[in-house]
C-alpha cells in the first residue's frame, strides 16, 4: 500500500508563493501518472495539475494554469506543487494523489492564502 504524506502547506499573502510536497512511502510511484487536488471548505475536491509517468507531459486547471508548475523526482519518490502568485481562492487543503484517484488519501495540507 502506497502511504502518501502531503507537506508545505501554510498562510501567505495574496501574491506570494509556496512548494508543497509529496512523499510516498509502501510503493514507488513511478509507475504512476501523478496529480494534485484541493478541496475548500463546502466544496468538492478538485483537480489541480497532473503529471506523466516521466515528466514530460502535464496538465492544469483553468484555474491555476500560469500560477501553478507540477513537477515530480521518481528518484526520491516525491511529487510537487510550486504555487506563484497565489490568490486567496486557492485557499483549500490539498492533496496527492495518481490521477484516477485510486491510492489512499493522505491527510492533504492546509494552504491559507490572505487578501
Known amino acids: 500500500q502506497v502511504q502518501l504524506v502531503e507537506s508545505g502547506g501554510g498562510l501567505v499573502q495574496a501574491g506570494g508563493s509556496l512548494r508543497l510536497s509529496c512523499a510516498a512511502s509502501?510503493?514507488?510511484?513511478?509507475?504512476?501518472?501523478m496529480a494534485w487536488f484541493r478541496q475548500a471548505p463546502g466544496k468538492e475536491r478538485e483537480f489541480v495539475a497532473l503529471i506523466s509517468i516521466g515528466g514530460g507531459t502535464t496538465r492544469y486547471a483553468d484555474s491555476v494554469k500560469g500560477r501553478f508548475t507540477i513537477s515530480r523526482d521518481n528518484v526520491k519518490n516525491t511529487v510537487y506543487l510550486q504555487m506563484n502568485d497565489l490568490k486567496p481562492e486557492d485557499t483549500a487543503v490539498y492533496y496527492c494523489?495518481?490521477?484516477?484517484?485510486?491510492?489512499?488519501w493522505g491527510q492533504g495540507t492546509q494552504v491559507t492564502v490572505s487578501s
Open positions: 509502501g510503493r514507488t510511484l513511478s509507475s504512476y501518472t
Open positions: 494523489n495518481n490521477n484516477v484517484r485510486s491510492l489512499n
